[in-house]
């Protein structure tokens, strides 16, 4: 599944209707103090961009552990971070198992705000079960379906691990400040003509620059970088 494109399509109408577009600068910048008493997290805390590495390969992200191990956060993490009103489904596309995913929209980041998507790990068997079972399905990007857990479900999804986060955000972001927040990446590559990769294994980060739509920040365990690098080296012409 193409995840770029599926995650844009999502995206579009919660994000473009009824919104001021910013520039990638203001990103950059802390509201006033007034502006940060008004309600919400503190505007320093839980930014995309402040990524601790924990050991055995695993970072915490916007108050969640990334680890494949038993110390991962839970979609209840999920849930207790973001309020009631996530929702979970099962996302898939045809011919493939699909995934167990959480939205969160809008998601408020600090200062940052935007639309953020989180992956549990989940077995194909588990995930085929929950699709069965669920109340109805949904055509979204393309033939994918998103199918709406039955109540009886929920429980069993909460414990779900998370395996990955997918962050829009509301801002527009570019080159000057991915470098500014994040660092010089370990490498950059181009794919599909419009879309810059700034690959940053040791954060188990992939800044997706986009010239024709939303910016997409994907987040994994730092020891499992290769689930976002691989498809990405498969998808470039052999070298010369």
Known sequence: ???????????????????????????????????SEAGGAPSGTGLPWQIELRPGGASQVMGL???????????????RLFGAEVQIAVIAAPGEAGSLEAFVDPAQLGFVSGKLVVTA????????????????????????????????????????????????????????????????????VQSNGHLEHFLYPDKGLDV????????LLQYVPPAAFERLSAPLAASQPPGP
């Open 65 to 79: 552990t990334l680890s494949t191990g038993p110390d991962a956060s839970t979609l209840a993490d999920v849930r």
């Open 121 to 188: 790990r989940l077995d194909a068997a588990t995930l085929q079960g929950l699709r069965e079972r669920a109340l109805k399905s949904d055509f979204m990007e393309s033939a994918t379906r998103k199918y709406t857990l039955a109540p009886a479900d929920e429980a069993l999804a909460l414990k779900a691990p998370v395996a990955a986060l997918s962050f829009i955000p509301q801002a527009r972001l570019d080159a000057d400040a991915i470098l500014a927040r994040f660092g010089q990446p370990a490498r950059r």
């Open 208 to 215: 997706i620059l986009d010239t024709e739509g939303k910016e």
């Open 1 to 35: 599944m193409n995840k770029v494109a599926i995650l844009a399509g999502m995206v579009a109408g919660s994000l473009l209707l009824g919104t001021l577009v910013v520039v990638g600068g203001d990103l950059m910048k802390a509201p006033s103090s007034a502006a």
